[in-house]
């Protein structure tokens, strides 16, 4: 195709605009990656990376000796898997119910959903509820306040809706099946990819709980990853990992680089599991933006 | 169909799917306990609220509106406002729009391939907590971080980024673009790719370059799903990022970090004066749903939209 001399030049410039924008997206994540390889003297001149220009690995092997945040690992894992599991069971059956156009009550009660994405009880009243459950300080505090999320209740609601034919459902109450063997015979095999979606949301979610865990857990040793990491980074602990014997500045050191360690080890599984799953993503992306 | 639906009892209805509401019973009971026992709760705004009388037997405020009039009377309740309010409208000014313009210019490359990679790229950051990226602008924009160096070395003069209360929003605003513009660009796209091609095909044939295509065709097509944003952008314009605010706080910007919402939390949760902090979240959901409110009536009269 001929193109006219304004739209090559605008080609070029909407290239290099684009090159740019992933260098900036993708760039402050390498540097920290390459930093916390890299010796911190040269880091701390503050020039920018490109490769790892001396290797120096003393802020892992401190980090992979600090317990308090295998801790914490374990339990953001712990926490992740059974917070998705309650997630799920509770999204996806509800989700299926809710794309029936034949149920009674079905605008009403979608209604009641919606309307608490706009209106809230907040903070307190959710943590004083917490504590009246006597679920405070345990794992349900982590995995049940957020165990729907309404916007991915109508994301895969939506996914029911323009994904299962209803000739489908009228093919199989003929066959006598009834609702519960449609779901889990019928729906739920031809629904992996809302599952996958939904399993990637709710986990980035749990994975990255912060706030919650310090409104509604109290011991160190249940805390997640977020906390200790933002105690270490931010309330600037880190000086606490080095062992005492060292020498001051070797502490100091140390204790810089420790900050890149964390930060790598805990962004890494999310980013890493991503390019594998993007294109699951996408698709619940758009599909909540179909109805959403 | 409709209508034998219609005249059918609601009680005939719920035998012949039973099944459907039992398997709605995990979501309902999420619903009824997390969501509606806490808004019930919000009565202890009007209450002199104590722990061991719990939310009934504890004794009404006195005056009813006591812990309102309170907040009202504190500094920092102007102050907590008005930050919400700036913070909120210059992310509605400068991040809502970049969304857009990245779908614009990435509908433009023609190269299947490369526009996957980029898109792939641009929504990677969804996945970084807050509080790693708080990090990330604590560890990039210190004094030695890799930012000021880089301005040192062009001439220019170190800046304390994290501490200096102009820098805040800056800062909060700009690691938001960063974290959300590819994820929030996704909805862009997807109504991009719907543009029929035939609109492209006649422009071409009419001479129209490509900028012209974006004015006249895009973005006038892709309009109501701006809009719709739009609305539930203002749906959430009181409650704006808290955690992130939270996190970035320290004792030097708190001038212009403090929100209502960090405020509720500390006098709330730090402080345990429950009924006060109540009170205070109250004020801000009912601001944010009046908001969101005028937003909707606004667009169903300019644009014939709304969400409800």
Same mark, same amino acid.
């Given at each position: +195709?001929?193109?006219?001399?304004?739209? +090559?030049?605008?080609?070029? &410039?909407?290239?290099?605009?684009?090159?740019?924008?992933?260098?900036?997206?993708?760039?402050?994540? #390498?540097?920290?990656?390459?930093?916390?390889?890299?010796? !911190?003297?040269?880091?701390?001149?503050?020039?920018?990376?490109?490769?790892?220009?001396?290797?120096?690995?003393?802020?892992?092997?401190?980090?992979?000796?600090?317990?308090?945040?295998?801790?914490?690992?374990?339990?953001?894992?712990?926490?992740? &898997?059974?917070?998705?599991?309650?997630?799920? /069971?509770?999204?996806?059956?509800?989700? #299926?119910?809710?794309?029936?156009?034949?149920?009674?009550?079905?605008?009403?009660? +979608?209604?009641?959903?919606?309307?608490?994405?706009?209106?809230?009880?907040?903070?307190?009243?959710?943590?004083?509820?917490?504590?009246?459950?006597?679920?405070?300080?345990?794992?349900?505090? +982590? &995995?049940?306040?957020?165990?729907?999320?309404?916007?991915?209740?109508?994301?895969?609601?939506?996914?029911?809706?323009?994904?299962?034919?209803?000739?489908?459902?009228?093919?199989?109450? /003929?066959?006598?099946?009834?609702?519960?063997?449609?779901?889990?015979?019928?729906?739920? !095999?031809?629904?992996?990819?809302?599952?996958?979606?939904?399993?990637?949301?709710?986990?980035?979610?749990?994975?990255?709980?912060?706030?919650?865990?310090?409104?509604?857990?109290?011991?160190?040793?249940?805390?997640?990853?977020? &906390?200790?990491?933002?105690?270490?980074?931010?309330?600037?602990?880190?000086?606490?990992?080095?062992?005492?014997?060292?020498?001051?500045?070797?502490?100091?050191?140390?204790?810089?680089?420790?900050?890149?360690?964390?930060?790598?080890?805990?962004?890494?599984?999310?980013?890493?599991?991503? !390019?594998?799953?993007?294109?699951?993503?996408?698709?619940?992306?758009?599909?909540?933006?179909?109805?959403? | 169909?409709? $209508?034998?639906?219609? =005249?059918?009892?609601?009680?005939?209805?719920? =035998?012949?799917?039973?099944?459907?509401?039992?398997?709605?019973?995990?979501?309902?009971?999420?619903?009824?306990?997390?969501?509606?026992?806490?808004?019930?709760?919000?009565?202890?705004?009007?209450?002199?609220?104590?722990?061991?009388?719990?939310?009934?037997? *504890?004794?009404?405020?006195?005056?009813?509106?006591?812990?309102?009039?309170?907040?009202?009377?504190? $500094?920092?309740?102007?102050?907590?406002?008005?930050? @919400?309010?700036?913070?909120?409208?210059?992310?509605?000014?400068?991040?809502?729009?970049?969304?857009?313009?990245?779908?614009?210019?990435?509908?433009?490359? =023609?190269?299947?391939?490369? =526009?996957?990679?980029?898109?792939?790229? $641009?929504?990677?950051?969804?996945?970084?907590?807050?509080?790693?990226?708080? $990090?990330?602008?604590?560890?990039?924009?210190?004094?030695?971080?890799?930012?000021?160096?880089?301005?040192?070395?062009?001439?220019?003069?170190?800046?304390?980024? @994290?501490?200096?209360?102009?820098?805040?929003?800056?800062?909060?605003?700009?690691?938001?673009?960063?974290?959300?513009?590819?994820?929030?660009?996704?909805?862009?796209?997807?109504?991009?790719?719907?543009?029929?091609?035939?609109?492209?095909?006649?422009?071409?044939?009419?001479?129209?370059?490509?900028?012209?295509?974006?004015?006249?065709?895009?973005?006038?097509?892709?309009?109501?799903?701006?809009?719709?944003?739009?609305?539930?952008?203002?749906?959430?314009?009181?409650?704006?990022?808290?955690?992130?605010?939270?996190?970035?706080?320290?004792? *030097?910007?708190?001038?212009?970090?403090?929100?209502?919402?960090?405020?509720?939390?500390?006098?709330?949760?730090?402080?345990?004066?429950?009924?006060?902090?109540?009170?205070?979240?109250?004020?801000?959901?009912?601001?944010?749903?009046?908001?969101?409110?005028?937003?909707?009536?606004?667009?169903?009269?300019?644009?014939?939209?709304?969400?409800?």
């Amino acid at each position: +195709m001929r193109q006219s001399k304004g739209d +090559m030049i605008f080609n070029i &410039v909407n290239i290099i605009v684009m090159a740019l924008l992933c260098l900036v997206i993708i760039y402050p994540l #390498y540097y920290v990656l390459l930093a916390s390889f890299t010796d !911190p003297d040269i880091v701390s001149t503050g020039k920018p990376l490109f490769w790892i220009e001396k290797l120096y690995v003393k802020g892992y092997e401190t980090t992979l000796a600090y317990t308090p945040l295998w801790t914490s690992y374990k339990n953001t894992i712990i926490y992740t &898997v059974v917070g998705t599991i309650v997630s799920l /069971i509770a999204t996806v059956p509800a989700a #299926y119910a809710l794309s029936r156009k034949d149920m009674a009550g079905r605008r009403g009660i +979608m209604f009641a959903f919606t309307f608490t994405m706009f209106f809230g009880g907040g903070i307190i009243p959710l943590y004083l509820t917490i504590r009246s459950l006597g679920i405070y300080n345990t794992i349900w505090a +982590m &995995v049940l306040p957020v165990g729907v999320s309404v916007y991915n209740l109508i994301v895969c609601r939506s996914f029911f809706e323009s994904g299962l034919p209803e000739e489908l459902l009228e093919a199989a109450k /003929i066959d006598g099946c009834d609702d519960f063997g449609f779901f889990f015979k019928i729906a739920i !095999p031809l629904s992996t990819t809302i599952i996958a979606v939904m399993c990637l949301f709710y986990a980035t979610a749990m994975w990255n709980q912060f706030f919650n865990a310090i409104m509604y857990l109290q011991d160190d040793n249940k805390m997640p990853l977020q &906390v200790v990491l933002r105690n270490l980074v931010l309330m600037n602990q880190s000086s606490l990992m080095g062992t005492s014997g060292d020498a001051m500045i070797a502490r100091q050191k140390l204790a810089q680089q420790l900050k890149y360690c964390v930060v790598a080890l805990s962004a890494a599984p999310l980013l890493m599991a991503y !390019p594998f799953l993007q294109k699951y993503f996408t698709k619940g992306v758009t599909l909540g933006a179909v109805k959403g | 169909m409709q $209508s034998k639906v219609a =005249k059918r009892s609601i009680w005939s209805g719920f =035998k012949s799917s039973w099944q459907l509401y039992v398997l709605l019973i995990p979501a309902v009971a999420w619903l009824v306990t997390f969501a509606y026992y806490p808004l019930y709760g919000l009565v202890i705004a009007f209450k002199d609220y104590q722990i061991r009388a719990g939310i009934l037997q *504890s004794p009404w405020a006195d005056p009813f509106f006591k812990y309102f009039s309170q907040f009202f009377s504190t $500094s920092i309740a102007l102050q907590s406002i008005r930050n @919400t309010l700036v913070l909120s409208l210059e992310s509605l000014v400068f991040a809502f729009p970049v969304p857009i313009i990245f779908a614009l210019l990435l509908n433009q490359i =023609k190269r299947d391939k490369v =526009k996957k990679v980029i898109q792939t790229i $641009s929504y990677a950051p969804y996945f970084v907590s807050n509080v790693v990226v708080v $990090s990330l602008i604590t560890v990039l924009f210190s004094a030695n971080g890799v930012v000021n160096r880089a301005a040192v070395s062009l001439g220019g003069q170190e800046t304390l980024f @994290t501490s200096l209360p102009e820098w805040f929003r800056g800062l909060f605003i700009g690691s938001n673009i960063w974290q959300t513009m590819g994820f929030n660009a996704v909805i862009f796209i997807a109504a991009l790719t719907a543009i029929s091609p035939e609109y492209y095909e006649a422009a071409t044939i009419d001479g129209a370059t490509r900028m012209q295509k974006i004015l006249h065709i895009d973005l006038p097509l892709i309009l109501p799903t701006i809009i719709l944003m739009l609305i539930l952008a203002a749906g959430n314009i009181m409650n704006i990022g808290y955690e992130k605010a939270f996190l970035m706080q320290n004792g *030097s910007n708190t001038v212009v970090s403090e929100l209502i919402s960090t405020y509720v939390y500390k006098v709330g949760l730090q402080t345990a004066q429950y009924s006060f902090a109540t009170a205070v979240g109250l004020f801000n959901s009912i601001a944010n749903f009046v908001i969101l409110a005028i937003a909707n009536q606004v667009a169903k009269k300019t644009s014939n939209l709304s969400i409800f």
